[in-house]
């Protein structure tokens, strides 16, 4: 038998670290550290690299192994998947002044751990950065600072300061001189990021990575980082349809460790990012008196949450001799399919006329529950008759007209009742026991969803 490599695992925490230390980095305890065979180290030996390849049974893994660490931004986490995983890396890209950075300092300052954080700021300097921390009231005595992009000094810093979260702003700013002179190039973003993975992945910390995207997305830089790390964050925004500050969207581009369907949604205020109680309120548009023509409301589904948003429409006549569709918050696809839809079961003619959709607050609505309250607003728009005051729709359309069963029906009705919805128009419940005990439940409380089964019924429904 060959002789397994060792590891020091912490008796307090069960961190683990290569070499022996008088005191946990991650949980602050002393003499806790205590020498195991390492059980479930799987390619990775160490720098030595000397130890012959040893594979080992699944079944003697210590599951402990990757263990999430709350990031005290309850967004982030949900985002994550439950907080940030160790020995795993995170991409976060966005455009230039978005907020990544302010999100970054404020996610290492409330990381619900005892270990030390490292950021590395290639673009701000030390002064920079403390200016920002004191406009969110950070006070940074757990944060360590570093500026430079130099590989081989943030090593060194790391083997110093034994960071458990380090964020590296950012990644074009990483340069080597093992690969050439100029930073920023491909080649040195690929070299460093991938020597910042490896050591954090070898040292039971987590890595979070910045890269500026420009505004019609992919560069080829931060793209090709994805493939090495763990998680790809995109940080969005856009105005908001309240007065609380700007929004913010935080997506899951990959997530090996949690799902991508869940956002966080954010405001920017002078304080930094701030989470929403309920973020219905950025999507809904306050108004006196009646509502105008073009306005629906749908409830849909972001992940494991529910959303009220305000879809917004506008038929003009076409300018070209082909008719057009504007609509960057929902797909244009699925806007000339309800289009369509329309103009054939309702003989509402839209193919002379360019559309213009938008949802206020900017977010992206890929839901299919969506359609019913884009074809409401779509027939208003073309028609110029509002929809009722007070009315919430959900539904997904069929292309024979028909209106289609959604996931979650009663919690949309009970979300939308929550904000002050007197009226919803919706689908049947799906078929299942599970949706239609749920749906049945909700009906028992006071006023529920008036059921519609084609396009027709859910138009004559709202408009006549
Ligand atoms: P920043 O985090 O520097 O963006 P990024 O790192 O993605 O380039 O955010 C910069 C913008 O955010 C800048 O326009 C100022 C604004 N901001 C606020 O509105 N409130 C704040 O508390 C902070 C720190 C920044
Ligand atoms: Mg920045």
């Given at each position: ?93 966005g455009e230039p002044g978005i907020g990544k950075s302010t ?109 500026h ?24 925004g ?30 920017m ?196």
């Amino acid at each position: 038998m060959k002789k397994r490599p060792f590891i020091f695992k912490c008796s307090a925490c069960g961190h683990e670290e290569p070499k022996w230390l008088g005191r946990c980095p991650e949980c602050g305890e002393w003499n806790t550290l205590t020498e195991t065979a390492a059980a479930g180290r799987g390619g990775f030996s160490g720098k030595a690299g000397k130890a012959l390849p040893q594979s080992f049974p699944l079944s003697s893994v210590d599951p402990q192994e990757g263990s999430r660490i709350g990031s005290g931004i309850a967004e982030l986490d949900r985002v994550l998947g439950g907080g940030i995983m160790k020995r795993s890396a995170v991409l976060v890209g966005g455009e230039p002044g978005i907020g990544k950075s302010t999100l970054l300092l404020q996610a290492a300052a409330a990381a619900e751990t005892r270990g030390r954080l490292l950021y590395v700021s290639g673009e701000e300097s030390a002064g920079q950065v403390r200016m920002r921390a004191d406009r969110l009231g950070i006070r940074g005595d757990r944060i360590e600072i570093f500026c430079s992009g130099r590989l081989e000094d943030i090593q060194t810093i790391l083997e110093a300061v034994k960071p458990v979260i380090i964020v590296v702003d950012s990644a074009q700013t990483l340069h080597t001189d093992e690969a050439g002179l100029i930073p920023g190039t491909v080649n040195q973003m690929k070299y460093c990021s991938y020597e910042l993975i490896s050591w954090v992945k070898e040292h039971d910390a987590a890595l979070f990575l910045v890269a500026h995207v420009t505004k019609d997305g992919l560069i080829s830089g931060p793209k090709s980082l994805e493939h090495m790390v763990d998680t790809v964050l995109y940080f969005e925004g856009a105005a908001s349809a309240s007065s609380e500050g700007d929004c913010r969207f935080l997506r899951a581009a990959k997530n090996r460790f949690g799902s991508v369907d869940e956002i966080g949604i954010f405001t920017m205020g002078e304080k930094g990012l701030s989470m929403v109680e309920d973020p219905s309120l950025l999507f809904l548009v306050r108004r006196e008196g009646a509502v105008p023509a073009g306005i629906a409301i749908a409830a849909v589904l972001e992940g494991s949450r529910t959303l009220l948003v305000e879809i917004q429409a506008l038929a003009i006549p076409a300018k070209g001799s082909i008719s057009r569709v504007f609509s960057d918050r929902i797909d244009s696809a699925r806007v000339s399919r309800i289009a369509a839809s329309l103009e054939k079961h309702l003989g509402l003619r839209l193919s002379d006329h360019d559309l213009y959709v938008n949802v206020a607050g900017g977010i992206k609505i890929t839901e299919v529950g969506v359609e019913l309250a884009l074809a409401a607003s779509i027939y208003s728009a073309r028609t110029g008759l509002p929809l009722p005051a007070g009315t919430a729709i959900a539904g997904e359309l069929s292309l024979a007209g028909e209106v289609r069963p959604v996931r979650r029906l009663a919690g949309r009705i009970k979300a939308a009742r929550s904000l002050g919805f007197e009226r919803f128009l919706g689908p049947p419940p799906a078929e299942g026991p599970g949706e239609e005990a749920e749906f049945a439940a909700s009906r028992t409380s006071a006023g529920s969803g008036e059921l519609v089964k084609d396009l027709k019924g859910a138009i004559k429904a709202l408009f006549s």
